[in-house]
């Protein structure tokens, strides 16, 4: 049976869980009042929160499939991130496939470049549109000012950019933390100044700001794993978004 979470407790096994993680940094950034945010458990081990039209699903050994398959349509969202296991039991169409890549801290070098802390949220979006590829566009203006502005208020995000010429050309940001996890959120370059290290500067910058032992990343299918890799990142399962519309 699926029900209404009442407690923000509820929502701590799944707080060093790559996925279930989006779950918890919503909660703690906005609260389980139902005003932003929507958590439901199903099941005892089977958690669904949805945020704007945005819905992520962690199920467990007792999830019940028919019951997901006939809430997830009528829930309001128009896509689901899960593991990829779990999307395909759904049998909805996949929109977007990848890996979470994961690392555990230590030993990082130290960052070799100036970095500006939390710089501003409009020259950050512009540079995420310089950056739309196929396989990923900026969210709209106006609801990821709203979102990242409100999360890094709480203590919930971070963000760190390199400037050059008084310009933003690389940044690399969080937005969902715990105590054992960050999830490294994005990270953009200017596509014409690429393939001279700014990429790795700043990810490094903002992991010399993180203190989580472990981060994950997500990337797309066929994009970026070298880099992550030199990074530290590995593979540690795919994930996959299918369309709820």
């Given at each position: 049976m699926i029900r209404r979470i009442q407690d923000e407790k509820q929502l701590l096994p799944w707080a060093e869980d790559p996925v279930g993680l989006r779950a918890c940094a919503a909660a703690a950034a906005y609260g389980i009042d139902g005003h932003v945010c929507q958590f439901w458990l199903q099941n005892e081990d089977t958690l669904l929160c949805r945020v704007d039209d945005s819905m992520v699903l962690c199920a467990g050994q007792n999830a019940d499939w028919e019951e997901l398959s006939g809430f997830l349509p009528?829930?309001?969202?128009?896509?689901?991130?899960?593991?990829?296991?779990?999307?395909?039991?759904?049998?909805?169409?996949?929109?977007?496939?990848?890996?979470?890549m994961l690392r555990e801290s230590g030993g990082e070098p130290s960052p070799f470049c100036e970095v500006e802390e939390n710089?501003?949220?409009?020259?950050?979006?512009?540079?995420?549109?310089?950056?739309?590829?196929?396989?990923?566009?900026?969210?709209?203006?106006?609801?990821?000012?709203?979102?990242?502005?409100?999360?890094?208020?709480?203590g919930e995000a971070i963000s760190v950019g390199l400037r050059r010429g008084g310009q933003l050309v690389a940044a690399a940001f969080c937005t969902a933390k715990s105590n054992a996890l960050a999830i490294l959120s994005g990270v953009a370059v200017l596509p014409q100044l690429r393939g001279q290290g700014l990429g790795a500067s700043v990810v490094r910058a903002l992991q010399a700001r993180?203190?989580?032992?472990?981060?994950?990343?997500?990337?797309?299918?066929?994009?970026?794993?070298?880099?992550?890799?030199m990074l530290g990142f590995r593979d540690a399962f795919p994930f996959a978004e299918v369309s709820l519309k």
């Open positions: 009528l829930s309001g969202a128009h896509v689901l991130l899960s593991r990829e296991e779990e999307a395909r039991r759904l049998g909805l169409p996949v929109v977007l496939s990848g890996w979470v710089p501003s949220l409009r020259e950050l979006h512009a540079l995420l549109t310089a950056c739309e590829t196929d396989s990923f566009r900026a969210p709209e203006f106006e609801a990821f000012y709203l979102d990242v502005s409100h999360r890094t208020r709480h993180l203190c989580q032992p472990r981060q994950c990343v997500y990337r797309a299918q066929g994009e970026h794993k070298s880099f992550y890799e």
